[in-house]
C-alpha cells in the first residue's frame, strides 16, 4: 500500500491551470460568436489574441503540466490520478518511446522488460493503460489479469 497526499500543492496548481485554460478557450469562442453575431471587430480581434495565447498554453500545458492526463481526469477524476506520480511517469514514458517508429528491436525489447518489471510492481497498470497495452505490448497485456483497481 502507498499513501499520498490527495492535494499536493504542485497537483493544485496543475489543476488550476487546466481550468483557467478550459475557462480561457470559452471565452475565445464566445467572444468570436460575439464578434461574429454582432461584427464587433474588437471581440474578433480578442477571439483571435485569447485563442493564439490558448494554443501556447495548450502546447506547454501539454510538456509540463500533464494536460493530457488532466483532461482524461477533468472533472470527476481518474483511476491513474491514484498511481504514485514516479510510476505514472515512468509508465507513460516507456509509452512515449514504444511510439517511436525507428525503434529498433533490441530498444523495444529493452523497454517492454522494463514495462514488465513495472507491471510486476504494479499489476493495475494493466486495467489503467489497457490500450497502450493492447498497442505496444500485447504479450505482456494478455499474461497477466489485473486486480479491478489501484490499492489506496
Known sequence: MHSREINPPDEILRRLLYIGYIAAWTTAAVLLLLGLVQGRMAFLGSALLLGLFCLL????GERRLQFKRLARSFPFGDPADELPEEVRIEAEALFQILAHEGLDWQQRHDVRGKLTRLVE?????LDLYRAEFEAYAPTLR???VPPSSPPA
Open 121 to 125: 510492481e504494479s499489476p493495475w497498470l
Open 57 to 60: 498554453l495548450k502546447n506547454f
Open 142 to 144: 494478455a499474461r497477466a
